[in-house]
């Protein structure tokens, strides 16, 4: 009888701590599932979105997660309404990159036209804004006043701004980025201060409403102004071609480095030894597509072939 009294106080021991341990099992497995879940949920919210994603693939182009632009995913149409026409105006940076992308758009989408042309950022926004045309091509970010107005825009492409002369101009020599911004603010004038001959710098620069020019100021210059000296000549018309043709011997200019990579009558300057070809070359910028809010059907169906791989080959033709 006390040998049975002896046993049923061990059972209820053995029952008890049975218990006990699996309690502390079930919360443990419980609040490992609970952590797991809260951590899943987490790394979701964090993860980029699908729109940044996508830029990721754009030839020579950064992520181009501007936080100028509201990233967008455009996606690439099966097929496009024939007699689908976009009109795109802007930058003169970007004309050979809209080019390439109008002959592939109308190549893969019969009876479609792209018209393009280019008489600067500043125009390509106002007409935009102004609803005559479907894409503004831009050289620089939207600001708070494009966007108030109902602007978006989409990164496609980055670009070199190239330091150029002459090709009969005598200076050889590449510069450092202290001296090309003391050359565009006037504080240098003469190629002697360089490590040239002795002979006046002419700097020639384009007008104020060019978005060339105003990536130009903020990147090379800081912000600061440029010269506004007698060895000063700024152009009225934002356009590549009379600009290089202005430099002679003793002129000095920037432009898009696809503008002049193939040029015979210039020669770009090497900037801290760099080349625009070098993946650290100082001086770039992001190009844009700026369109109106909410997009039509055809800048949708416009987009996502320019963000698409065959939008993205084309871009690297015309770049």
Known sequence: MSQKNEILPLILILICTGAIVGGGYWWFELKSDSDTISTTDNTDRDRPNDSENNFSNIPNSPIANSNKNSPVTFSLPTNVTPGTNIRIDGSTSMVQINQAIEQGFEKQFIDTEIATNGQG???????????????????????????????????????????????????????????????????ITNWSNVGGQTSNIRVINRPSISGTRQVFQEEVLNGANFGNSANFTTFDRDATTPILRALGKDGISYATYAQVANQQTVRTVSVNGLTPEADNYPYYRVLYYAYQEPASPEVKAFLGYVLSPQGQKAIASGN
């Open 121 to 187: 950022t500043e125009v390509g926004l106002k007409l935009l804004s102004e609803g005559k045309i479907d894409i503004a091509a831009i050289s620089r970010p939207l600001t708070d006043s494009d966007r108030d107005r109902g602007l978006n825009a989409v990164p496609i492409a980055k670009d070199a701004i190239a330091i150029v002369v002459g090709a009969n101009n005598p200076f050889r020599r590449g510069l450092k980025q202290e001296q090309i911004a003391d050359i565009f603010q006037g504080n």
